[in-house]
């Protein structure tokens, strides 16, 4: 089996998305599935231009020259699809949106109407892939991670992909201080490198291990407090020193 992941982090593979997607996958390799890693912010991926020559000029092939002629084939033939992205503006950021925009080639034109709802069929050679999201966020709460589930599972259902899950950091910059000063986080980890696992055996992930990489790390009081303190010592590191 096969798997195809995305960093969509710009901070790559110095993010808190990385910390939470790098065991997912060694998990995955725990499961006997090949995996593949690229990062959005390294790809040439333009915008879709709307113009539909991926459905009647050049059917199944984007007219465009750029990265995704080399991404899309992969995707076809992914058992396991993965996004991994920080949250902004409760959602997805804008280079994950570009490399799903693209994604309109692996569809037909037809218009066909599945459980009474209007969808385009996937051409033959796009495997019906298990999707799954990975998210960090910078608020305390879990539900503002609500938004971004539901637009991705909006996408599945159009991209003939089965949603099998999110393994979803809250208080993603507590997970990154923590783990740079050695606080015991490590269960987090551990709990994301079983996730991948879960996924490559049985398809989904137990919810037992995802509210193990979901965690509470601190109150949300003293959270709050300690981002406010680590954006004022950068607002004065940043203030031009007196002659």
Known sequence: MRAFAFNCSPRMGKSTTALVLNPFLEGLRDGDVEVELLYAYKLKVNPCLGDYNCWTRTPGKCVQDDDMSLVLPKIRDADFVVFAAPLYVDGMPGPMKTLIDRLIPMLKADTELRNGHCRHPTREETKHAKFVLISNCGFWEMDNFDPLIMHVKAICKNAGWEYAGALLRPHGPALSYMHR?????????????????????????????????????????????????????????????EA
Request: net charge positive; glycine share 8%.
């Open 181 to 241: 000063k050695g606080y015991p986080v490590q269960d987090v980890f551990d709990a994301a490198r079983k996730a991948g696992k879960e996924i490559a055996e049985t398809g989904k992930i137990n919810e037992e291990t995802i509210k193990a990489a979901s965690r509470e790390l601190l109150p949300l009081g003293a959270y709050v407090e300690s981002l406010n303190q680590g954006f004022q010592k950068a607002i004065d590191r940043a203030k031009p020193r």
